[in-house]
């Protein structure tokens, strides 16, 4: 009798354990399915990040025999900051391309796309070519690519920076021609106000202007040069100078 019960007390163990090892069991295989699926969401989010994933990062992918609470958190918060790191760079990208448009409008850059210039680098040329296009989103925001998209703006705000100088430099020296050909204010001040995009066609009217006006100070130098010269000879006349004092104050 006391065997008998013995017996039934090894059963009832042996069913609870193995009712145990089955939920042992179904939790294991929960977790594995939900490690695979972090590890899964975290190896895209990597991928978007950069064009391949560090062997650190391959290595926190592989799965392990760890299949405990503490392992599934490494994955959240893994997963939380590369989400964190992702957005940040969407925004570098996002304020970058505003830049670029900014200073090709500020620029006049279409019409130098449509004279046949183009970005200096392959890189940049095809990222122009896909914001251009407002395919910014299809730009993968890598720190390679980020850089490059710094460098077009350093370069733009450079090519800026250079054509406000000379436009600077191309009005002073028609500030000077415009005094020596008496141009009133009224039409010097009209037409700076007319060309104050930095533009190639800009740079194109104000250095014919400056030739324009190069021209006519020449013309007007010939017609002051010959209203001196016939003041000189009245006053070589009434003063009764010879020809050899007249010699000494010839122009040439």
């Known amino acids: 009798m006391e065997a008998c019960k013995v017996q039934k007390s090894l059963r009832a163990q042996l069913s609870a354990f193995k009712d145990y090892l089955k939920i042992l069991e179904a939790t294991k295989v929960s977790r594995a399915g939900m490690l695979s699926k972090k590890a899964e969401e975290l190896s895209e989010l990597?991928?978007?990040?950069?064009?391949?994933?560090?062997?650190e990062q391959a290595k926190f992918l592989r799965m392990g025999s760890d299949y405990t609470t503490g392992r599934i958190?490494?994955?959240?918060?893994?997963?939380?900051?590369?989400?964190?790191?992702?957005?940040?760079?969407?925004?570098?990208?996002t304020a970058h391309v505003a830049q670029i448009r900014t200073l090709w409008a500020e620029l006049g850059?279409?019409?130098?796309?449509?004279?046949?210039?183009?970005?200096?680098?392959?890189?940049?040329?095809?990222f122009d070519d896909i914001i251009k296009a407002g395919a910014e989103e299809e730009i993968k925001v890598t720190t390679k690519n980020l850089e490059i998209l710094r460098t077009r703006v350093s370069k733009l705000e450079e090519e800026k920076a250079f054509r406000v100088a000379e436009q600077g430099r191309l009005f002073g020296v028609l500030g000077a021609l415009w005094d020596r050909t008496r141009v009133c204010p009224e039409e010097s001040d009209a037409f700076k106000s007319a060309h104050q995009l930095l533009v190639l066609s800009t740079f194109e009217i104000l250095e014919k202007e400056i030739a324009r006006l190069e021209k006519v100070k020449r013309e007007m130098m010939k017609e002051l040069v010959g209203e001196v010269r016939v003041s000189l000879s009245q006053i070589w006349d009434e003063m009764r100078f010879s020809d050899q004092d007249k010699l000494f104050f010839r122009l040439a």
């Open 46 to 55: 990597l991928h978007l990040l950069d064009d391949s994933i560090s062997p």
């Open 73 to 93: 958190d490494q994955f959240v918060t893994r997963i939380e900051e590369q989400r964190a790191e992702l957005a940040g760079r969407q925004r570098q990208r």
């Open 109 to 126: 850059m279409e019409e130098e796309w449509t004279k046949g210039k183009a970005a200096s680098g392959e890189e940049e040329e095809s």
